[in-house]
């Protein structure tokens, strides 16, 4: 008798087993789904963009779109197709100055190389935060947004330098805002 019931313990403790083993994959699975399409959710949001038809109005809208495109490639695990779509919303919101000295072949070869150093550094972008937004005084074309670039355990202060042409904010420069 003793050996009978000993036998139906052991049952129904392989079985509790069995069903918290079995939940825990489920609910592992359920995140992974989600969180991959929470990362997509950047990316999506970048190709739903028309620029062409509707283009961005202030120059800290243009600056936030770029911080979404730089977030995309870094913390996804996109195709190469996607890469290369990102980077073409990227440029359409560079000037016509910074397109000249930034060859789409030579900007697409070092966003590659640079998202693999990204990865193996085991960073991730976690946001932006505007800090200020100033337009030269004399000519109103001519303006620059100060942001913080935020990074896993990091944040790195950007100028961003943004001229009005033919009716729309581009960027032209950023520079690493010197520590004061």
Not at 113 to 140: M, P, R, T
Not at 147 to 167: D, K, P, R, V, Y
């Amino acid at each position: 008798m003793f050996s009978i019931i000993r036998g139906k313990r052991n049952a129904n403790s392989y079985l509790f087993i069995f069903i918290i083993v079995f939940i825990c994959i489920i609910t592992f699975s359920t995140y992974s789904k989600n969180n991959n399409a929470d990362n997509k959710t950047e990316y999506n949001e970048l190709m739903a963009l028309d620029l062409d038809k509707t283009y961005l109005v202030k120059p800290e809208d243009v600056v936030e779109v770029y911080y979404k495109a730089v977030s995309s490639l870094y913390n996804n695990n996109l195709s190469e197709e996607e890469i290369e779509d990102v980077i073409k919303i990227e440029r359409m919101l560079f000037s016509k100055e910074l397109l000249e000295i930034n060859p789409y072949d030579a900007q697409l070869e070092a966003v590659k190389n640079s998202i693999g150093d990204f990865k193996k550094a085991k960073k991730s972008v976690v946001g932006f935060e505007e800090i200020s937004v100033a337009y030269d005084e004399v000519s109103q074309r001519i303006c620059k947004v100060e942001t913080a670039f935020i990074l896993t355990g990091q944040s790195i202060n950007f100028i961003h330098t943004l001229i009005l042409e033919e009716g729309n904010w581009k960027i032209l420069s950023w520079e690493e805002k010197a520590e004061d």
